[in-house]
């Protein structure tokens, strides 16, 4: 089955610095690859997905990038401010499959002011 | 809000015993998850309904079962309750149940076994 593996587990950066997480899966069959943003007793929401068919996808200070070759997606915060601490999971599968999204272990990540 | 509801919030219980989570999934979603978050073991998916079938299965132990009824909502049962069973449980509901698709969490609930 898929295995991915998420770096750092703990980020800490200053308001106004770039935050960038990393990736990598193992199934070669994996076409879907989003990430989840958990902000402190909430639930994970989807903040930014991409399909293998595209190298990288942006949206507004959050970018996300993939190198099928090499297996690895990330996760990339431009301008961070304080309202961007929270944990970020990534996660991948394929579509056409009776199988399941397989999340990254997540991010802390803490902007400090 | 992500318009999926979980109840309860909380829950405390002993060894042992039985507990009931429930979902509501976001107006229109006909697919709901069970995801247990636990702090070793992160984001483990349970199970997955679409339109009242179980369509997927993951690392759901025999002591727990999940449905999902004609209203779609869905219920998570959680029986002969160990230690090891502290976690929080999310709900997530989607459109139609692709692997592709954006999945919507609601708030959790968190089971204490004490």
């Known amino acids: 089955g898929e295995n991915v593996e998420q770096h750092p587990s703990t980020l800490s950066v200053q308001e106004g610095d770039s935050a960038v997480i990393k990736c990598t899966y193992s199934?070669?069959?994996?076409?879907?690859f989003p990430w989840y943003k958990q902000e402190l007793g909430k639930g994970p929401q989807l903040i930014i997905d991409?399909?293998?068919?595209?190298g990288e996808k942006k949206d507004q200070r959050i970018a996300v990038t993939l190198n099928k070759t090499a297996k690895h997606f990330s996760l990339h915060i431009t301008e961070t401010q304080p309202e961007d601490s929270a944990v970020y999971f990534c996660?991948?599968?394929?579509?056409?499959?009776?199988?399941?999204?397989?999340f990254g272990s997540g991010t802390q990540l803490t902007v400090l002011p | 809000d992500s318009g999926v509801t979980q109840t309860p919030k909380h829950l405390i219980t002993a060894t042992g015993q039985r507990v009931t989570l429930r979902c509501s999934p976001r107006?229109?979603?006909?697919?709901v998850y069970w995801y247990q978050q636990s702090l070793d073991q992160g984001l483990q998916f349970l199970i997955q309904?679409?339109?009242?079938?179980?369509?997927a299965k993951g690392n759901i132990l025999e002591r727990f079962s999940a449905q999902q009824f004609p209203d779609l909502h869905s219920e998570l049962n959680l029986s002969s309750l160990e230690l090891g069973d502290s976690a929080l449980y999310f709900c997530a509901s989607s459109l139609q149940g692709a692997t592709n698709e954006k999945l919507f969490f609601g708030s959790g609930t968190q089971l204490s076994v004490l």
């Open positions: 199934d070669s069959a994996s076409n879907y």
């Open positions: 996660a991948a599968t394929s579509s056409g499959s009776a199988r399941q999204l397989t």
């Open positions: 991409i399909r293998s068919n595209v």
């Open positions: 107006s229109g979603d006909l697919s």
């Open positions: 309904y679409y339109n009242g079938e179980e369509r």
